[in-house]
Structures are given as structure tokens and as C-alpha cells.
Antibody, heavy 118, light 107 residues
């Protein structure tokens, strides 16, 4: 079955960087994009961007441009999301999601809590 | 950017009730709309895609409708396991965007 397994919780200081991983299994990794979606505590869902696992093309939400980088390692079917210059309002659960060509998030990772605190 | 507005923000209903949640887009998105269910502490789960198509494995008491700017998610007979927050999501234009969520509780 399709599974996306994310790395564990992180605690970071303001200004630091975090890199979250998402290991896919149960399907052909390069057949679907991977999106990243975050959810601040008690808040709604915010799309951060996607990466094509086929050719590495990316699309990022404008508000995160310059601070976020999404990459993949096709040899291990793993996607990564790095967020730099962390602020307290980056505290959130970060999800990876297998993304169909139209933008539908058909399968999700379990989420990774990133806490930014001094 | 396309804004998605859900109503109500929260809803209390009894087991067996018919429940309807609405989602309005700030511009015409055709049928480029999905619905997700999120239970506490869990990742969202896809329920409905392309406005009205039931994802495999989702109970048939869930249905979706609408096009253009106005959409609905209906649960025909509320079950205790349906307690969750529901989100709509548009994919007509980047950036993809979600409604603010509707929290469904049992009365």
C-alpha cells in the first residue's frame, strides 16, 4: 500500500534551518509530484509548494520564496523540504502529500512537528 | 490568489442527521475542488475529488456537489466516526488554497 513516512519532530531556534524528509513506498516514486503542506497549531492547512519527482521542477508559495527548498532523492524514493531563517510563526506540523497531476493530495505523510523557540 | 470560504466554521449535529457544509471560491474554479477530512492528531484524508467524485474506500454517505464558485459536502446520515474537521481545497490556480475548515461535533 502507498505509504509516506516522515522524519521525526524537530526543535529549532529562530534563524536556524530545518530539513524534513518524506520516504515513499508502495508506488512508483517518479509518477507523482510531492507537495508540502503545513498546519500551525489549531489552524488550517497551508500549501507550501510542490516538486516534480520526475525532473526536479518546483513551484513554491510566494510567501516562502527564498526560504524554502524542496528536493528529492529518487534512489531512495525520498523527498526533502528545507526551510531556512526560521521564525516562531513557522512552528507547525509539516506534511508531505503525494500529488496527482491536477493538484489533488491523494496520500499524506503522518506529519512532522517543527517547533521554533528560543 | 483564490480565497476559499467555508461555512459554518463549526457544526453540532446528532447521529443520523443529514449534514451539509458549504465552500465558496472567490472566483470561478469550474469543478477543481476537493474535500478532505482531518481527525485530531492525524493527517488529512481525501474524501471527494473533482467536486463530486468519491475517493475509493470512502463511505457512500459522503457526497459532493457544485461548480463555479459554490460547492457542498453532504453527509447523508452522520456517524460517530465522522467527527472531524473538514476542509475544501481548490486546485484551479496556483497557489493551491484551502478553506479555513469546518469542525463537526456530535450533539
Amino acid at each position: 500500500q502507498v505509504q509516506l513516512v516522515q522524519s521525526g519532530a524537530e526543535v529549532k531556534k529562530p534563524g536556524a534551518s530545518v530539513k524534513v524528509s518524506c520516504k515513499a513506498s508502495g508506488y512508483t516514486f517518479t509518477s507523482y509530484r510531492i507537495s508540502w503542506v503545513r498546519q500551525a497549531p489549531g489552524q488550517g492547512l497551508e500549501w507550501m509548494g510542490w516538486i516534480s519527482t520526475y525532473n526536479g521542477n518546483t513551484k513554491y508559495a510566494q510567501k516562502l520564496q527564498g526560504r524554502v527548498t524542496m528536493t528529492t532523492d529518487t534512489s531512495t524514493s525520498t523527498a526533502y523540504m528545507e526551510l531556512r531563517s526560521l521564525r516562531s510563526d513557522d512552528t507547525a506540523v509539516y506534511y508531505c502529500a503525494r500529488t496527482r497531476g491536477d493538484g489533488t493530495f491523494g496520500a499524506w505523510g503522518q506529519g512532522t512537528l517543527v517547533t521554533v523557540s528560543s | 490568489d483564490i480565497q476559499m470560504t467555508q461555512s459554518p466554521s463549526s457544526l453540532s449535529a446528532s447521529v443520523g442527521d443529514r449534514v451539509t457544509i458549504t465552500c465558496q471560491a472567490s472566483q470561478d474554479i469550474s469543478k477543481d475542488l476537493n474535500w478532505y477530512q482531518q481527525k485530531p492528531g492525524k493527517a488529512p484524508k481525501l474524501l471527494i475529488y473533482i467536486a463530486s467524485n468519491l475517493e475509493t474506500g470512502v463511505p457512500s454517505r459522503f457526497s459532493g456537489g457544485g461548480s463555479g464558485t459554490d460547492f457542498t459536502l453532504t453527509i447523508s446520515s452522520l456517524q460517530p466516526e465522522d467527527i472531524a474537521t473538514y476542509y475544501c481545497q481548490q486546485y484551479n490556480n496556483l497557489p493551491y488554497s484551502f478553506g479555513q475548515g469546518t469542525k463537526l461535533e456530535i450533539k
